[in-house]
Structures are given as C-alpha cells and as structure tokens.
C-alpha cells in the first residue's frame, strides 16, 4: 500500500459522508491528507512513490467541513502485522503512548485556565516521560469556520498565559515529538517537515470544543469519555434549530465547536 492509496481512501471516506476534504486546495496542498512517514514529522504530501513497508510510523493527518463546520485530527500508526517489533529502534509502542498521554492530559487541563496551560501540560508529560524531543515552530490552533484560526497553540512553555479558556471555544491540540533533535527541516516541495537528524517523529491530534459542562473531543467516537477517564460524562441532548435532537458528536452545527 501506498501513502497515495490512502488518501484516495480518506477523500472518498470523506465524500461519501457528504463532508468536503477541507486540507485538498488549501493554500494549493495537492491532497486530502498528510502522510508523513518516519522521520517526517508533518505535511508530507502522499504519493504513489511512497510504499509502506512492515515497522514503519506513519502519522495521518486529516481535516473535513461539514455544514460549514471544521474538524482536523492526526493518529500515528504502525505499519505492523501481528507482534512485529515497533519502527526502527524498539521504542515506537512508547513513543505513541507518550503521544496519546499528554494530549489527553492537554484535554484534561483545558477545561479550565488560560491557553497555556495546555502548552505547559503537553511538555510537562513529554518530559516526564523520557529523552523526547518536543518539535518547534509547529503546534494546535483555533478551529470553526475556518480551519486556522487564533489562537495558536504551543506544545511548551509557562502555564497560567494566553486568554482565558471559555465555552463556545474550539481549539485543534496537536503535539509532535520526536525520538531526536526537536529540530526540523522543510523539504524542497515546500510542505513536508523532516527531523534535521533523522529520528523518527510521532504526531497526534484531536479537535476539542468547549461547554459550560466541560470539554468535547469533536473528533473522537465516544467524545473522549474513554480517554478523558469520566465514565459518568455521557454525550448530552443538544437541540438545534430546524434539527432533531443529537448528540454533540452526531450534531453537525457542533462538529467542530462554535467560536
């Protein structure tokens, strides 16, 4: 398979959903996702040339409007069959585990405080939990009606900065780590982003909107309740008008959150 079958996959996912690939055109990106393997950390454009092979990390980064509305999430995966080891040095099991920890951390804290607090728990974990290192230049940003929008968000530095964390907020929290140097180096197509020293890189994302109630993970299945740890916090009944009643999740008006 290659990064090019994916994303065919990932445009008709999208289409057949009645949603637009919201990164295909944006600011001429050729694509519908980014396929960024190994030491690519972000942005890789996908192509027929790019052949997954057994071990490889693979983060797919992808975005789609419906009704007008952003979501933009990132997984990394292993392309691996059954026990095979994780990509290149053993510790890529680790360093995805590392990825989904301190962005489900990040959520936590960003039901409360002020912007940083998210960029201050993302480096807190990722310090904690070994020799990483946290990419910069590259981070989250505000999402709605547009998929880049105010604030951006910074995956280091002091908590307690930024402006206030409020309901109605919607922010893309999207760290990038790597088993190296945090330094990087984009690529003569003008859109992909390497590690300078060739270490492998993982990235993860979710879309997060913001409640009176608490925070809604747009882009996760079950809201995050799993991840977010709060069994008792179940999807609530919203009603929109000209709309029967859904959840957050299924209601396309709140899909990405409203600013």
């Given amino acids: ?51 997954l092979a057994e071990g490889d ?17 990132a997984i990394t995966v292993s392309g691996r069959r059954g026990q095979a080891r994780a990509a290149e040095d053993g510790q890529g099991r680790r360093r995805l585990d590392v990825g989904r920890h301190h962005r489900r951390r990040a959520r936590v804290i960003s039901a409360r405080g002020r912007l940083t607090d998210i960029s201050h728990a993302i480096q807190t974990t990722i310090k904690n939990a070994g020799r990483y290192g946290i990419v910069d230049g590259y981070g989250g940003h505000g999402i709605g009606t547009e998929m880049h929008q105010d604030p951006h968000v910074l995956n280091h530095g002091r908590a307690g900065r930024g402006p206030a964390l409020v309901p109605g907020m919607a922010l893309a929290i999207e760290p990038m780590i790597t088993l190296g140097s945090p330094r990087t180096v984009e690529q003569a197509d003008g859109w992909t982003v390497v590690t300078k020293d060739g270490s492998v890189a993982v990235h993860v994302e979710h879309t997060v909107a913001f409640f009176d109630d608490g925070v809604w993970v747009t ?34 008006g709140r899909r990405s959150g409203a600013r």
């Fill in 1 to 51: 398979m290659t990064t090019a079958d994916l994303d065919a996959l990932a445009e008709d996912t999208i289409r057949a959903a009645g949603a637009i690939p919201s990164f295909k055109g944006y600011h001429g990106f050729p694509a519908s996702i980014c396929s960024s393997v190994n030491s690519q950390i972000v942005h890789a454009i996908p192509s027929p040339a790019a052949v």
């Fill in 219 to 252: 882009t996760a299945a079950d809201g995050g309740v799993a991840r977010l740890g709060d069994p008792d916090h179940r999807p609530q009944a919203v009603i929109l008008p000209g709309r029967r009643a859904c959840t957050r999740l299924s209601c396309p």
């Fill in 57 to 73: 990390l693979i983060s797919i980064d992808c975005g789609a409007i419906l009704d007008g509305w952003h979501g933009d999430a």
